[in-house]
């Protein structure tokens, strides 16, 4: 990686050697409860991290601190260099999404409420932005879907519908609270290949996720967390017997059998979470 010097003088950040996010010492509270502890990260623009740990380990409250809604204890978040956070820039995806799916509004309405953001409510969507909401819902391979009601649509394809929104919105960090959770395989699939689409744009990705598989598959560098940052380095390197044990404590049962670890974390939902590493 090549560091540019600029004057001492110059106080503007540059958005282009900036790191996407750039976290020191970060503590998240509720109360007397210290979600999180003394997280430091810092993740280039472009690169797709999987956050990984047992439930409770403080995932969705470093997700939600990153996009600014939770409130920081101590320690500081840096966003492409600045110390606020431009919303419109950053797309979250919770983990329930709390949408009545009764609620007579079709797919390609859902993808342009992405677009509110830059276009102002008030405005109405121009054919550019029609035709942004026609792109991202193509990436998520919903493209037949346009004119759907959402409440029609199968649990995997409301949450590509999110993915789109969140495309759609031209962020350059997304957010996504275990996207995968209920989702059949060819659903996970789909969110997968949209997620690598953003590589071209060198969309930075940070994903909660159980499955130490694809998290080495298809992620960059892995954040292992236990309210503290355990590990934060590339799947073969973050890995470790030692370090998954101090993530998940006795939570895990390793099995090791030549190159092959078997980690079943009963921390989580149900058996389909169990995981198969090799
Ligand atoms: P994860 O997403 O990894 O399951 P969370 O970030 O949801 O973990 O939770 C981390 C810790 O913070 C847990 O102990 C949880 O009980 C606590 N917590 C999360 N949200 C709240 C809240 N709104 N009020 C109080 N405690 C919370
Ligand atoms: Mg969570």
Request: some cysteine; hydrophobic content about 45%.
């Amino acid at each position: 990686m090549t560091v540019a010097v600029s004057p001492a003088s110059v106080q503007i950040a540059d958005s282009t050697i900036a790191p996407a996010l750039d976290i020191r010492h970060l503590t998240v509270r509720y109360r007397e409860i210290e979600a999180i502890s003394d997280v430091s990260a810092t993740i280039a623009v472009g690169e797709h991290i999987a956050i990984i740990g047992p439930n409770g380990a403080g995932k969705s409250t470093l997700l939600k601190a990153i996009a600014g809604l939770q409130p920081i204890a101590t320690g500081e978040i840096r966003w492409f260099g600045n110390t606020q956070a431009e919303p419109n820039t950053i797309a979250y995806v919770p983990q329930r999404l709390q949408v009545d799916w009764r609620f007579p509004v079709s797919v390609s309405d859902v993808v342009l409420m992405g677009r509110v953001g830059r276009i102002g409510l008030f405005r109405r969507p121009s054919a550019h932005d029609r035709l942004l909401v026609q792109r991202a819902l193509e990436r998520v391979g919903l493209a037949a879907f346009a004119n759907r009601q959402i409440g029609q649509l199968s649990g995997g394809q409301q949450q590509r519908v999110f993915l789109a929104r969140a495309l759609a919105q031209e962020a350059r960090l997304l957010l996504m609270d275990e996207p995968l959770v209920g989702l059949d395989i060819p659903s996970q699939d789909e969110i997968f290949r949209a997620l690598a689409s953003l590589r071209s744009e060198r969309v930075t990705v940070l994903t909660a996720l159980h499955d130490l598989q694809q998290a080495s598959r298809y992620f960059d560098r892995v954040m292992l967390l236990n309210r503290r940052l355990i590990a934060f380095a590339p799947a073969r390197e973050a890995f470790t017997a030692m370090n998954l044990v101090a993530t998940y404590g006795g939570h895990l049962h390793l099995t090791s059998s030549g190159d092959s670890i078997l980690t079943i974390a009963d921390s989580c939902c149900d058996s389909s979470q169990m995981t198969h590493h090799d």
